[in-house]
């Protein structure tokens, strides 16, 4: 069975600082990846996906990330961090097969310090 | 289009009470999707349809739960008896199908229900 692990339940970053967020998955073949955000009060929103092709994808908001099949890691970065990126971060993975379930990481909370 | 639209974004209930939610998904989605999120289980898949049948209900935690999905622009999650322990966030999220560079799911803002 697919399973996500967001290994860092909370980071404290300074403002202006570069980010990494981790994120490992388990699956028999390559998955669709993604990455959401969650700011206080509001759904999900997505930052980025890979399906195939280059496995470094970049996103909205100036967020990137890896896909690593050796390492089976989709990990999420950004160069330096704003105080409203301060929010509840989300790995996922989709399956592709006929049926599109999509298995949620149980997320790492940013905080930044100004 | 309006995005994800869930209904009501608060409820507060008593103990026993049935409780509705509501979602109207991205119009021409093909997938919707129910989820719970709470701070000691995360976000919890419910259930998903596709195309107005339901697909998976593995995560449905108990018979006071059900869901319906009567056409493709509305869906309803309720809870049949409910217990305070069924306090959460609940959101609707909707997609296109697999295999589209589309597929990514959309959220609605969420319903939150406190159960008293």
């Known amino acids: 069975a697919q399973s996500v692990t967001q290994p860092d339940i909370h980071i404290t970053v300074s403002e202006g600082a570069s980010l990494e967020l981790r994120c490992n998955y388990s699956?028999?073949?390559?998955?669709?990846l993604f990455w959401y955000v969650q700011s206080p009060g509001q759904g999900l929103q997505l930052l980025l996906k890979?399906?195939?092709?280059?496995?470094l994808v970049q996103g909205i908001k100036g967020f990137e990330a890896e896909f690593k099949r050796s390492q089976s890691s989709f990990n999420l970065r950004k160069p330096s961090v704003h105080w409203s990126d301060a929010a509840e971060y989300f790995c996922?993975?989709?399956?592709?097969?006929?049926?599109?379930?999509?298995?949620f990481g149980p997320g790492t909370s940013l905080s930044v310090i100004p | 289009d309006a995005g994800v639209i869930q209904s009501p974004r608060h409820e507060v209930t008593e103990m026993g009470q049935e409780v509705t939610l509501r979602c109207k998904p991205i119009?021409?989605?093909?997938?919707l999707f129910w989820y719970r999120q709470t701070m000691m289980r995360g976000l919890e898949l419910l259930i998903y349809?596709?195309?107005?049948?339901?697909i998976d209900d593995s995560g449905m935690p108990e018979d006071r739960f059900s869901a319906k999905m009567p056409n493709a622009s509305f869906s309803t999650l309720k809870i049949q008896p409910s217990e305070p322990r069924d306090s959460a966030v609940y959101f609707c999220?909707?997609?296109w199908g697999p295999g589209s560079p589309n597929t990514e799911a959309f959220f609605g803002q969420g319903t939150r229900l406190t159960v008293v």
């Open positions: 999220a909707s997609s």
């Open positions: 699956y028999g073949a390559t998955p669709y």
């Open positions: 890979y399906f195939s092709g280059d496995t």
């Open positions: 996922a993975v989709g399956m592709k097969t006929s049926y599109d379930k999509v298995i």
């Open positions: 119009s021409g989605h093909d997938y």
């Open positions: 349809f596709n195309n107005n049948v339901p």
